[in-house]
């Protein structure tokens, strides 16, 4: 029993054995979520504008800020959030951080680092809070969130030093505070998995509805190649038929990767057990970040039909896309799988390997390729899969009866 009791209309966080494995996701969610528009928005315009791999490396840096707090407020809405006030207006302040994050991006590449920082560390400074407000609320969850506490605090402290240093002693500290913050739910995992082992408390693994939670942003971040595609061809005046090839061809890929993401983890749960939903989040770093990526090398392609590509626009793309099928195995290996699934699953993830590997060779021939033939063979490599999966998938529920 809490010893802090609040007034119903404030409302403590939910405790943590109240949550539940399928809930109905709320509203308030997915408004939280629309706000990491913008932050990804920024990123990718970024890379779109000067692709080259620093951008890349700084935006990968910045975006996994950005996603360790989406992972943030998602797990703690699934764990402790309700219905409460507190819950909604702690929800819209971290809302607002995060906007104002978004406007300061632009600047880290310009070298500047001041108002990232001040921003960012109002953002740390709250998702701190609210693992250590659980602990104040429910003495029995201090256990738990100690680690969290202490991690994020010290990467919080980091971000407000780097306020006051260079450009570069900055980045260093952010990525010392970045290893901070990734580290804590690892630093926890013995503590949680005896602790309720002790309490005779279910495993903690990852819900069904936070498994959810990650599809819907999953589809948030591959918007951004739709909206490449749809904007680099809207701003060629003389559209020819090759032009309008390849805005076929940019939607297309978006919609295969949808597939093969969505028909290989989607309708599944996570293995039962705390390792599996570490893997869950670790595996959608570098998926969402070279989906983002992917989205700008396309609207760069678009823009290069009449020169040709770049091999390091070409080499970015490949590599984005190579990353994405690997992940999207990776992620099948921590999925719950029915029979029906394994129909579809087992053939696909050989081909997923093979075609990554396929694709990361296209570069090595990089002057013989257009936009046009580059996105065509990249298309057709990620049709191969979804079509084997189809056919298998088809095969199972309506042949092998």
Request: with cysteine.
């Amino acid at each position: 029993m809490s010893k802090h009791p609040s007034p119903q209309w404030w409302g403590p966080p939910k405790e943590f054995k109240d949550r539940k494995n399928e809930r109905k996701i709320s509203w308030l969610e997915l408004f939280y979520d629309l706000v990491y528009v913008a932050a990804i928005g920024q990123l990718t315009h970024r890379i779109a504008t000067d692709p080259t791999w620093q951008t890349v490396g700084y935006s990968f840096l910045i975006f996994c800020f950005v996603f360790w707090s989406w992972v943030n407020g998602s797990q703690y809405y699934d764990l402790h959030g309700g219905d409460g006030i507190r819950t909604r207006l702690l929800t819209f302040w971290q809302m607002l951080a995060v906007a104002a994050v978004a406007i300061t991006i632009p600047d880290v590449f310009d070298g500047s680092q001041q108002g990232f920082a001040i921003t960012f560390a109002v953002v740390q400074f709250l998702i701190t809070y609210l693992w250590w407000s659980v602990g104040l609320y429910d003495p029995s969850h201090r256990v738990y969130n100690k680690f969290y506490t202490i991690n994020y605090s010290i990467a919080f402290a980091l971000f407000i030093i780097s306020v006051f240093t260079d450009y570069q002693t900055a980045i260093v500290l952010w990525v010392i505070a970045l290893v901070f913050n990734l580290t804590a739910p690892l630093a926890a995992a013995r503590t949680v998995i005896r602790v309720l082992k002790e309490r005779k408390q279910p495993a903690f693994t990852a819900s069904a509805t936070i498994v959810e939670r990650f599809g819907l942003f999953t589809i948030i971040v591959l918007t951004e190649s739709i909206l490449s595609t749809v904007g680099g061809v809207g701003e060629i005046k003389n559209r020819q038929p090759a032009v309008w090839v390849v805005f076929i061809l940019g939607i297309l890929i978006a919609f295969l990767i949808w597939n093969l993401y969505f028909d290989m983890t989607s309708e599944q749960e996570t293995k039962k057990g705390y390792r599996y939903l570490q893997f869950l989040v670790f595996l959608h770093f570098p998926l969402l970040a070279a989906l983002s990526v992917a989205g700008a090398c396309l609207r760069v392609l678009i823009a290069d039909m009449e020169t040709g590509p770049s091999a390091t626009v070409q080499w970015m793309f490949c590599a984005s896309i190579a990353v994405i099928l690997l992940m999207i195995t990776g992620m099948t290996k921590i999925m719950e799988e029915s029979e029906e699934d394994r129909s579809y699953i087992t053939p696909v993830s050989r081909l997923l390997i093979a075609a990554a590997l396929l694709v990361l060779i296209i570069p090595f021939f990089s002057q013989y390729f257009t936009s046009v033939l580059l996105l065509f063979v990249i298309a057709m490599v990620l049709f191969v899969p979804v079509l084997v999966g189809v056919k298998s998938w088809i095969k199972f529920r309506f042949f092998n009866k």
